[in-house]
């Protein structure tokens, strides 16, 4: 499992579009924060907050993560190595397993270099610290829960093919539904006292609630469901040759 974990993380950085995903996920991010003359625009804001990236944050993964995923099934069953792998001494749950936590690490590589807006922005500050870290650091948290749960998503894409580029089409539907295809069914107020619960079925009311600096047990029991249950799923895919 550890081999596979290593594998995948080497295959990805010794590939180009790697490299390249990350680093549009940095300049987006840094032309909204220090760039364009918009309210998520660090500079104009005059607070010494970094929300421009947590509030753009999640829209760029929407893109980022399926990028990330749209190989580790689907490049396997086209290459035909799917079928070697399946041979080897591991159960299905630690080939998805071993390839969730590659895919979850090299998110938290394209988060890591963010950290120097932290530190800029703690130090534009007025005086220098004027700077609501728990608030951050919460939004941090709340990112990397996000961040995880499209990973999850983005797996059982792959799985349901050997193309990449429809792999990655279908992430970005499944991952886009579910961040804000609740909020919007919400905003119909079409159900009356139902409403709220659809609302909860969404990524966006619980990503907001942690982002929030309150880590409430609700938003992450939520947060691991969602991993448990597309995880399954993709395991469920992977069994179905047998069937």
Same mark, same amino acid.
């Given at each position: ?10 295959? &990805? ?9 990350? !680093? ?9 924060? *220090? ?12 607070? %010494?907050? +970094? ?9 760029? &993964? ?13 490049? @396997? ?5 799917? @079928? ?13 397993? %071993? ?24 130090? =534009?500050? &007025?005086?220098? #610290? ?6 951050? *650091? ?9 961040? !995880? ?5 983005? =797996?059982? !894409? $792959? ?16 991952? #886009?539904? !579910?961040?804000? #295809?609740? @909020? ?11 409403? /709220?619960?659809?609302?909860?079925? #969404? +990524? ?6 942690? $982002? ?11 947060? /691991?469901?969602?991993?448990? +249950? ?8 992977? @069994? $179905?040759?047998? *069937?």
């Amino acid at each position: 499992m550890y081999t596979l974990f290593l594998r995948e993380i080497n295959n &990805f950085f010794n590939n180009l579009i790697g490299y390249i995903s990350i !680093a549009v996920f940095l300049i987006i991010n840094s032309l909204f924060l *220090w760039v364009f003359p918009i309210d998520t625009n660090i500079l104009q804001s005059g607070y %010494a907050n +970094i929300d421009g990236l947590f509030s753009m944050g999640p829209f760029v &993964f929407l893109f980022l993560i399926p990028a990330i995923t749209m190989r580790f099934f689907a490049d @396997e069953k086209k290459s035909g190595t799917i @079928e070697i792998l399946l041979t080897k001494p591991l159960t299905d749950t630690r080939i998805v397993l %071993a390839k969730y936590f590659a895919a979850f690490v090299l998110v938290v590589f394209s988060l890591l270099p963010t950290l120097i807006y932290v530190a800029t922005v703690y130090n =534009l500050g &007025f005086p220098v #610290g004027n700077m609501d870290m728990g608030a951050t *650091w919460g939004s941090y948290l709340g990112l990397l829960f996000l961040g !995880a749960g499209f990973v999850a998503i983005g =797996l059982f !894409a $792959s799985s349901l093919t050997d193309n990449q580029i429809v792999s990655f089409i279908v992430s970005i539907f499944l991952c #886009g539904f !579910a961040y804000i #295809g609740f @909020e919007f069914i919400y905003s119909l107020d079409m159900f009356g006292n139902f409403d /709220l619960f659809i609302r909860n079925l #969404g +990524i966006y009311a619980h990503y907001t609630s942690i $982002s929030r600096g309150v880590v409430d047990s609700r938003d992450v029991l939520y947060f /691991l469901s969602l991993i448990v +249950i597309f995880l399954l799923l993709t395991k469920v895919k992977l @069994e $179905s040759r047998k *069937w």
